[in-house]
Each structure stands twice: as C-alpha cells, then as structure tokens.
C-alpha cells in the first residue's frame, strides 16, 4: 500500500516571499474602474442643454497652464454628448475653486443638493452664472495613494486616485447623476524610479470609465461605434 508524503509546512514558508511578491505585483496593475453611480429618478423632468464643468479640486497640470484632466473631461463630453453645450467658467486662482469646490461638495452631501443661494454668492459662482448653464458638473479628489514596487522585474510606481463627480441642476440644486470612481496610471521603466506619474493621468484614465454613463443622449456617431 502506496502512503501519501506529509505535508511539507517547510516549503510552504520557503515559497512565502513568493507568494507575497506576486501579490504585490498584483496590487501595482493599475485598474481604472467606475465604483458607484446613482441617477436621479426625475431626471427626464429636466430640460439640460447647456451644462458648465469645473475644474476639479486639486486637479494636476501636466499641460502648463491648463487642466489636463479637466481639458480631457470636456473633450470626451463633447465628442460623446453633441447635443449638450458644454463650457468650462473662467475661473482662476482668486477665485478659490481649490478651497470652494470642496466645500461645495461637503454641502452637497449635507444637504442632497447645492444650495444655489451661497453657491452665486462665491466668484465661482458668479463666471458660472455668466455662462447661464442649466447645470454643472462638479468633482473633487477624495484621495490620492502612490504606490511603489516591482512588477515582472521592472520598478514600478503607480498613481491610485478616488474621486467623484456630480452632476447638478441651476434650477433647483438637485443631484442629477453622481459618479465614484478610481483612476489609476503607473510608470514602469526602471530609469525613472524616483517619479510617480502625474495625477491629472489617473483622473483622465477614471473619466474614460464614466463618460458613456451619463445621463445625456449621445451623439448619433457615437451610437453607431457603440452598436458596432
């Protein structure tokens, strides 16, 4: 009679480091991904056909003197959306958007809308209301995470971001659509170990898994890619 070996608990600790390299490699593919997403259920009752993006809190500037994701984001809007308008407000460092587009947020979640009133109080506000919009697409980072380690022999250094956008009536405040998402970009040549790539690339990467999901007819051409 043939009796089968024991299990070895030695080897098991010997292939350990293994294991958990392997792991780590795991973690340092970067995954963009949509996390959540919530459309209101009266928002047929709404008339949107101009709609103004803000630039989002702490938005990176790979591009000098712009915003590259915001840039991104408009770009793919248009292209996806032909039907809506869409414009960004002139807006600057004065206005405060880094400090004020978060407070937007907060309240926003405090009170399940945007309270109009205070919003066209602030400078942001006030371009916003320049461009007479029937809605604005507004966002911030809810955290940044660097990541570093190697992944089939290369240094690797990956950018995870979690952030959300919301889309929200000028006529009365209410969240009209809400998307989480994470965004990720890594850089993986060893020659450039000391750099983590830009976080406006995470942003971008993230925007890519949203922008079929809102909640806009799209553009005939694109129906037709979509179909395809």
């Given at each position: 009679m043939k009796f089968q070996k024991p299990f070895n608990y030695l080897s098991l600790f010997a292939l350990l480091p293994s294991l958990l390299y392997l792991n780590g490699c795991r973690d340092l593919v970067p995954e963009s991904k949509l996390l959540d997403?919530?459309?209101?259920?009266k928002i047929k009752e709404y008339n949107i056909r101009k709609v103004a993006l803000?630039?989002?809190?702490q938005d990176d500037?790979?591009?000098?003197?712009?915003?590259?994701s915001t840039n991104h984001f408009f770009n793919e809007l248009q292209k996806n959306y032909s039907d809506i308008k869409f414009v960004v407000p002139d807006l600057n460092e004065s206005n405060g958007y880094d400090t004020l587009i978060p407070n937007f947020i907060e309240s926003i979640e405090k009170l399940k809308r945007l309270d109009l009133k205070s919003f066209f109080n602030?400078?942001?506000g006030a371009s916003v209301d320049e461009e007479n919009p029937d809605a604005i697409i507004i966002g911030k980072i809810d955290r940044t995470i660097p990541k570093s380690g190697f992944i089939r022999r290369y240094y690797a250094n990956v950018v995870s971001c979690e952030f959300r956008y919301y889309l929200i009536s000028l006529?009365?405040?209410?969240?009209?659509?809400k998307a989480d998402v994470l965004g990720e970009e890594g850089y993986y040549l060893?020659?450039?170990?000391?750099?983590?790539?830009?976080l406006d690339l995470a942003l971008s990467n993230g925007i890519d898994k949203i922008i079929?999901?809102?909640?806009?007819?799209?553009?005939s051409e694109q129906s037709e890619t979509l179909e395809k």
């Open positions: 997403l919530y459309t209101s259920p803000l630039p989002m809190a500037t790979t591009d000098s003197g712009t915003y590259y602030t400078d942001i006529v009365d405040g209410r969240v009209l659509w060893s020659q450039i170990i000391d750099l983590f790539p830009p079929t999901n809102l909640p806009f007819n799209k553009s």
